[in-house]
């Protein structure tokens, strides 16, 4: 009779663990992303911002948002001589795992689209659905991004849809102030005055 409660008790903690636990979930290497996002790009330059704690302080005033990274990775996409924009990678934590994730940035400010690389919660993964992160394009530094506002929530999945609005929030304040000053300043239009 023990041994049948102490099986029973093993059973019990396998299936709370085993329903339980992230499965990660790849869904773009970085190389794919970089395609999908600019498809008639000839050349991606790599590049990485490392933020020094005065940038990190300007950061967080500008977008709003608490930074817990050190920096973003991002590629600058070209074809021939012409700028076509920027994927930034970027990382931010659902409500157990990390979230990877890009951001496709216009020359003007303006995202282009986000694409989920790997989502490694047991739940929420309609956030790397079509319809909510079509939500995001045309957004700019101007833009509110707030969730339940501008952008809406995915019941069962509000950590995440929240961590990601924030995310992409701090992206393009990051690309606003340190990238897009990297790129050739005089050739590039504005978010606030290009439709």
Known sequence: MLNAFKFLGVLTLAAFFGCCSAVAERYLSVAEVQRVCFP????FEGDVIRFTSEQKKELEKNAGVPVRNSGNQFWIARSG???LGVVVLDYVMGKHEVIDYAVAIAPNGKLLQIEILQYRESHGGQIRGTKWRNQFQGKSVTSPLRLNEDIYNIS???????????????????????VRPRLVPDKLPDAATEP
């Not at 008639?40 to 050349?43: D, L, Q, S």
């Not at 950590?159 to 929030?169: A, M, P």
Request: with cysteine.
């Open 40 to 43: 008639t790009a000839e050349k």
């Open 81 to 83: 001589t012409n700028l």
């Open 156 to 178: 069962g999945a509000t950590i995440s849809c929240r961590h990601v609005t924030e995310g992409v929030r701090r992206v393009l304040a990051t690309y606003d102030l340190f």
